[in-house]
């Protein structure tokens, strides 16, 4: 059971003003969840930079064509099985694949997994995203 503790920040009027424009936009109903989030993504920034456990989606897209990349991009997932955690094949159609490949694991085994991946000849666009795995995070 965590305990909640109130606080006041100082903050120029005009940064406060757009922040709260910023979060009414997003659909924050007060700054108290919208600077919780905040806390929360600084959080997991710190789990990313100190190697910590993370899971990570990564989000490619490839040329079916290419010669050897299927192959290629199975190889290095059975390479890290114990890391990857789920893999989700997509024809875009005729020539473009869609692959999501689910991931844990220390947040520089995790990504250079994903650069393994990326740097494949035929790869043409992929992202990392990289966040927790929940615990410690309320
Ligand atoms: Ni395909």
Same mark, same amino acid.
């Given at each position: 059971m965590s305990t909640l503790i109130r606080t006041g920040i100082s903050l120029d009027r005009e940064l406060l003003l757009r922040f709260d424009r910023i979060i009414r936009k997003k659909g924050y109903?007060? !700054?108290?969840?919208a600077i919780? %989030?905040?806390v929360r %993504?600084?959080?997991?920034? @710190? %789990?990313?930079? @100190? *190697?910590?456990?993370?899971?990570?989606?990564?989000?490619?897209?490839? *040329?079916?064509?290419r010669p050897k990349l299927s192959e290629q991009l199975l190889e290095v997932q059975h390479h890290a099985h114990a890391?990857?955690?789920?893999?989700?094949?997509?024809h875009l159609d005729?020539?473009?694949?869609?692959?999501?490949?689910?991931?844990?694991?220390?947040?520089? &085994?995790? !990504?250079?997994?994903?650069? &393994?991946i990326l740097t494949l000849r035929g790869v043409k666009h992929g992202k990392l995203v990289l966040t927790t795995e929940g615990k410690g995070l309320r």
């Amino acid at each position: 059971m965590s305990t909640l503790i109130r606080t006041g920040i100082s903050l120029d009027r005009e940064l406060l003003l757009r922040f709260d424009r910023i979060i009414r936009k997003k659909g924050y109903k007060n !700054r108290s969840e919208a600077i919780r %989030d905040l806390v929360r %993504d600084y959080a997991v920034g @710190e %789990d990313v930079e @100190e *190697d910590r456990t993370v899971v990570g989606a990564l989000t490619l897209v490839y *040329d079916h064509h290419r010669p050897k990349l299927s192959e290629q991009l199975l190889e290095v997932q059975h390479h890290a099985h114990a890391m990857v955690l789920a893999a989700t094949h997509v024809h875009l159609d005729h020539h473009n694949c869609l692959e999501v490949v689910l991931m844990k694991g220390r947040s520089s &085994q995790v !990504r250079h997994i994903a650069d &393994q991946i990326l740097t494949l000849r035929g790869v043409k666009h992929g992202k990392l995203v990289l966040t927790t795995e929940g615990k410690g995070l309320r």
